[in-house]
């Protein structure tokens, strides 16, 4: 089983509708959680991280979180053109030897005029 | 967040040679990562650059092959060694500003391997 599972797409979604993403993850000692947005040739940008159960909102983006699951999910609601890109779901491995950031691998994101 | 710059952002080097790209942070971290992004694929972490101690590596990645240095709290270098077209990736710093707080990307170098 991979440590971090999403699917890669492409999600094809019309302007102005909501994009869902997901993401589960097998470490279930995980505390610490996070969206990147990369778009092509462009390195990751954080848009996201949630620690708790629950949603967290940050204007378009709503990031969800449920440990007993193990998963978490982003919801980009009103989507533009602009969001076209692959969304990296990452979780924090906390380790003796120091924490490791671990990344899915990527669920690619078209938003069609 | 803290203004990461990397260099260089690419290069076309011949087999058998070596690079050093260099990451700078405009304020002191705690933590400074390297990663590699192969053509199509997620991220990968290479090592821990640890402030004046060797670097933690990951399973897979060796100090022989992928020196890294962190003289201080502002800069690492990662330098990859005797080339070959497999190691042809994106090359990334990330850092982490505090316990268990996000980690934020440098732009990247892009090497490619003839």
């Known amino acids: 089983q991979k440590e971090v599972e999403q699917n890669s797409g492409p999600l094809s979604v019309p302007e102005g509708a909501i994009a869902s993403l997901n993401c589960t993850y097998s470490d279930r000692g995980s505390q610490s959680f996070f969206w990147y947005r990369q778009y092509s040739g462009k390195s990751p940008e954080l848009i996201m991280f949630?620690?708790?159960?629950g949603d967290k909102e940050d204007g378009r983006f709503t990031a969800q979180l449920n440990k007993a699951s193990q998963y978490v999910s982003l919801l980009i609601r009103d989507s533009q053109p602009s969001d076209s890109a692959t969304y990296l779901c990452?979780?924090?491995?906390?380790?003796?030897?120091?924490?490791?950031?671990?990344f899915g691998g990527g669920t690619r994101v078209l938003v069609k005029p | 967040s803290a203004v990461i710059s990397q260099k260089p952002s690419r290069d076309i080097c011949q087999r058998g040679t070596s690079l050093t790209i260099q990451c700078q942070v405009d304020s002191q971290v705690t933590m400074m990562f390297w990663y590699r992004q192969q053509p199509g694929q997620s991220l990968t972490l290479i090592a821990t650059a640890n402030q004046g101690s060797e670097a933690t590596y990951e399973s897979g990645f060796v100090i022989d092959k992928f020196p890294i240095s962190r003289p201080n709290l502002t800069f690492s270098t990662l330098t990859v060694s005797n080339m070959s077209p497999e190691d042809s990736s994106i090359y990334l710093c990330?850092?982490?500003?505090?316990?268990?707080?996000?980690?934020?990307f440098g732009d990247g170098t892009r090497l490619s391997i003839l």
């Open positions: 990452a979780f924090l491995m906390i380790k003796a030897a120091g924490n490791k950031l671990t």
């Open positions: 949630i620690y708790s159960n």
């Open positions: 990330s850092v982490e500003t505090g316990v268990n707080q996000p980690q934020h």
